[in-house]
């Protein structure tokens, strides 16, 4: 029995198109996370949507903090006149002030964008360093695959604030203090990170057999790293770039409580500012620690669910792909065809070949015509 198999109606809004003549396809990739994305429907799609947009409050807050924020972060007085030492909150200063006779509002709205700053620095230096790195032993492999996996399973080894405490150390002797310093720090943390994931993908994607075949036509391995095997293994770096930024945040914090971050003269940080509060809270002046603690559960929160988010959708063992419901036609009603009303068709068609519809007769027509 002869079966015929009907496409599936796909959407157009997202669907693929292909590229036409001339077109370049090298933002396939971006292509496909942005189709990925726009199926994302349930929970995920909450997390996405919802991290998406804490976290570009945050980075707002950051990049127009001179504008929103009423002081400088280091102000503590206006118009000759010294802001009051331990302020409740009141129409000149929403948030109150610390016991340095600061604005608790300007406080935390430049610390928005000294967290930024250290984010994004420390993503980016330990994304490049850990995918080359990666890149590099998992295509090379032999001694200087062995030598890195040494020295990344050693530093990974280390509790993360116990390395970024130990790197802070190392790097202020070198640079100083500062933003820079405390990126550089937590870069040694993520480092590993990326290197593990990008090198395990570099590892099964080198047997591939369009790499195979790459090096057959005498293809360089520069060549072959960046044409071929990166593209295959930067599919699950957004995720960790996003659960890094978070992390970012936290340990950024975790050293300016402990006072090894930036120096509060150099800029305002969440960290440094609730170490300043503890005393202020038993004191029972609450607002020093409650704006702070909140900003910097905001942002954490925001880029935690968008890695979650994006997890969730571009991992294609955790995605749940929407299943359509199929509308099959209405049942007709059966016609009853007698052989004379056949031969009466086939004449008609045959003699006139214009397609001409012929009426089903009914049963008893067949009886009549008999």
Request: charged residues 15%; proline residues 6%.
């Amino acid at each position: 029995m002869a079966q015929t198999t009907l496409p599936v109606p796909l959407d157009p809004e997202i669907t693929p198109k292909a590229p036409g003549p001339g077109k370049s396809v090298r933002f396939g990739g971006l292509r496909r996370i942005v189709i990925a994305v726009r199926q994302a429907h349930g929970v995920p799609k909450f997390m996405l949507w919802t991290g998406a947009i804490l976290s570009l409050l945050f980075v707002l807050t950051a990049i127009f903090a001179p504008l929103i924020a009423p002081y400088d972060f280091d102000t503590y007085q206006s118009g000759g006149k010294t802001f009051p030492k331990q302020g409740a909150p009141d129409g000149d200063h929403w948030f109150g002030t610390t016991v340095q006779s600061l604005d608790v509002v300007s406080r935390t709205v430049y610390g928005a964008r000294t967290a930024l700053e250290v984010m994004v620095l420390a993503v980016v230096f330990s994304l490049i360093l850990g995918v080359l790195l990666g890149l590099l032993a998992g295509y090379f492999g032999g001694w200087l695959d062995r030598i890195l996996v040494l020295v990344m399973d050693a530093l990974f080894a280390f509790p993360y604030l116990l390395l970024a405490i130990v790197a802070g150390f190392v790097f202020a002797s070198i640079t100083g203090g500062g933003v820079v310093t405390a990126a550089l720090s937590i870069t040694v943390v993520y480092i590993p990170q990326y290197f593990r994931v990008v090198r395990a993908s570099a590892l099964s994607a080198r047997e591939a057999t369009f790499v195979e075949a790459a090096r057959a036509m005498g293809a360089k391995p520069s060549v072959v790293i960046r044409k071929y095997l990166f593209g295959n293994v930067i599919q699950s770096v957004p995720v960790i770039g996003t659960m890094n930024a978070a992390d970012a945040i936290g340990t950024l914090a975790g050293l300016g409580f402990l006072g090894l971050g930036i120096q509060p003269t150099d800029a305002a940080e969440w960290g440094y500012d609730l170490d300043r509060a503890i005393s202020d809270v038993n004191a029972g002046m609450w607002w020093t620690c409650l704006y702070p603690s909140i900003a910097m559960v905001i942002a954490i929160l925001g880029f935690t669910l968008l890695g979650e988010g994006l997890n969730d959708v571009l991992n294609p063992t955790m995605r749940r792909r929407r299943i359509t419901k199929v509308a099959l036609p209405a049942l007709s009603r059966r016609r009853v065809v007698t052989a004379e009303s056949a031969a009466i068709a086939e004449s008609a068609a045959s003699a006139e070949p214009a397609a001409v519809a012929v009426p089903a007769a009914t049963a008893e027509e067949g009886e009549a015509a008999k």
